[in-house]
Structure formats: C-alpha cells, structure tokens
C-alpha cells in the first residue's frame, strides 16, 4: 500500500474539502479523519461507479484506482479525529436520548445499535463521532428522501421516522463525541 502516494493525493485534491489530516473545512463535507479505512474505499467507489450521487466526488474518485482508493482509507483513518464544543447543552441531550435510545414512539431504532456507544461505526458502517452536526443533517435528509442509496436501507427507515427536531439534536450530539 503506498501512502506516500495517498498523501500526494490528498494534497493535490482531498485537501480543499476535506484538510491534509482529514479534518473538512466546513460542516458541509464529511470528516474523514478516524474513519475506517475500509469504509472510505467502498465511498470512493461508489462514487465512482455512480451508487453514490456527486458530480465533484464522481469525478474525484473516477481517476483512482482501487488500490489508491483503499490508501486513501488507510491514509485517513490514521488521523486523529477530533470533536465539536457543545454549543447546546439541551439539544444535545434530546440528541444523547434517541442516540443511546431512540424512540419507541415512532420506531426509530438507537444509533448505538448499529454504530457503537462511541459511534464508532464498523468497516461496513461509518464512524459518526465528530461528524459535523451539517454534515449529519443532510445526511439523514437525504437517506430520508432517497436521495442516498448507496449504503445500508435501514437508514431509509430510520430516517423517514426522524422529526426535525430529533435529526439537528441528533447530529449535534454526534458531533460532540470524540
């Protein structure tokens, strides 16, 4: 696996989004920093083959090769990752609640289950801890809206059964995990 040549790559392109340690520059795109390596090459594939709607990753991720692809993955995952102030103490613990949770009123399923106490996640599921509370958002918005397809179809449940007040304290909480 040549890092070396991850790095080089993420230099001259990640980087404008995403930061050289994986840390985005706004809470529009994804922290990629600590996220499993494994996860980010089956993301860039995805966007490559069209599973994962974008036109700038699409054509980011169309002149990768697998091999780069998987790289990358190592590459980010061994950043640190880091987490975001709580900036609302209430909403965060409304978003602690259906995290740990959920909500057996609406049947929306605790986030712990799939991604971990920590929000962790697996190879197969994304880490969540540190996202960025926009990122997150929009995210389960479009999971919501079958905007996005590419991963796993219980997130289309969950999501739909969402309140918008539950999606931002939700994603608030997240953000603030380490």
Same mark, same amino acid.
């Given at each position: 696996?040549?890092?070396?040549?991850?790095?080089?790559? +993420?230099?001259?392109? !990640?980087?404008? !989004?995403?930061?050289?340690?994986?840390?985005?520059?706004?809470?529009?795109? %994804?922290?990629?920093?600590?996220?499993?390596?494994?996860?980010?090459?089956?993301?860039?594939?995805? $966007?490559?083959?069209?599973?994962?709607? =974008?036109?700038? &990753? #699409?054509? &980011?991720?169309?002149?990768?090769?697998?091999?780069?692809?998987?790289?990358?993955?190592?590459?980010?995952?061994?950043? %640190?990752?880091?987490?975001?102030?709580?900036?609302?103490?209430?909403?965060?613990?409304?978003?602690?609640?259906? $995290?740990?949770?959920?909500?057996?009123?609406?049947?929306?399923?605790?986030?712990?289950? !799939?991604?971990?106490? #920590?929000?962790?996640?697996?190879?197969?599921?994304?880490?969540?801890?540190?996202?960025?509370?926009?990122?997150?958002?929009?995210?389960? #918005?479009?999971?919501? =809206?079958?905007?996005?397809?590419?991963?796993?179809?219980? &997130?289309?449940?969950?999501?739909?059964?969402?309140?918008?007040?539950?999606?931002?304290? +939700?994603?608030? $909480?997240?953000?603030?995990? #380490?």
């Amino acid at each position: 696996m040549d890092l070396a040549r991850a790095e080089e790559i +993420v230099s001259g392109r !990640c980087f404008l !989004c995403h930061g050289m340690n994986g840390e985005s520059s706004t809470s529009l795109y %994804p922290r990629l920093a600590g996220q499993h390596y494994q996860y980010i090459a089956k993301q860039l594939a995805d $966007f490559r083959s069209g599973r994962r709607q =974008s036109e700038t &990753m #699409k054509s &980011m991720a169309d002149e990768l090769s697998d091999d780069e692809m998987l790289a990358l993955g190592v590459y980010f995952e061994t950043k %640190p990752a880091v987490s975001s102030p709580v900036d609302d103490a209430e909403l965060a613990a409304v978003g602690r609640f259906v $995290f740990f949770r959920g909500n057996e009123y609406s049947g929306v399923a605790a986030c712990a289950s !799939c991604h971990g106490d #920590k929000a962790y996640g697996t190879a197969q599921l994304p880490r969540l801890a540190g996202q960025g509370a926009k990122y997150v958002e929009n995210q389960l #918005k479009s999971f919501n =809206s079958r905007a996005r397809t590419n991963d796993n179809a219980v &997130m289309h449940s969950i999501a739909s059964r969402l309140s918008e007040l539950e999606i931002k304290a +939700v994603a608030n $909480f997240i953000s603030t995990l #380490k």
